[in-house]
Nanobody, 121 residues
Framework: QFQLVESGGGTVQPGGSLRLSCAALGFDYHAIAWFRQAPGKEREGVACIDSSGGNTYYADSVKGRFTISRDKAKNAGFLQMNDLKAEDSATYYC????????????????WGEGTLVAVSS
């Protein structure tokens, strides 16, 4: 049963941190990625980690602030977000597939329903 379930979203002040989790049972051989979509904007790739966990990829806008990781023993992926900015506000989606076309969506075969992140003072 392939299913992705995100959690950890919420409201945080600028400069704060949040850690998003993605329950990813059955995806040991898939890359895990995070995408986000703000109101009125297209969905964009945030970060991707390959199936081995040895290679990670980031959008320029989050490099140095966000860290993607995965724990196969826990069947989970994570996105640690630090120094959050108002422009990071969006619905964040977990996806599974391959990182080859990241930050594009092509190659992502499975999607979660999203978790909302709001950065506001």
């Amino acid at each position: 049963q392939f299913q992705l379930v995100e959690s950890g979203g919420g409201t945080v002040q600028p400069g704060g941190s949040l850690r998003l989790s993605c329950a990813a049972l059955g995806f040991d051989y898939h890359a895990i990625a995070w995408f986000r979509q703000a109101p009125g904007k297209e969905r964009e790739g945030v970060a991707c980690i390959d199936s081995s966990g040895g290679n990670t990829y980031y959008a320029d806008s989050v490099k140095g602030r966000f860290t993607i990781s995965r724990d196969k023993a826990k069947n989970a992926g994570f996105l640690q977000m630090n120094d959050l900015k108002a422009e990071d506000s969006a619905t964040y989606y977990c996806a599974a597939g391959g990182c080859h076309y990241f930050p594009g969506e092509y190659g992502m075969s499975y999607w979660g329903e999203g978790t909302l992140v709001a950065v506001s003072s």
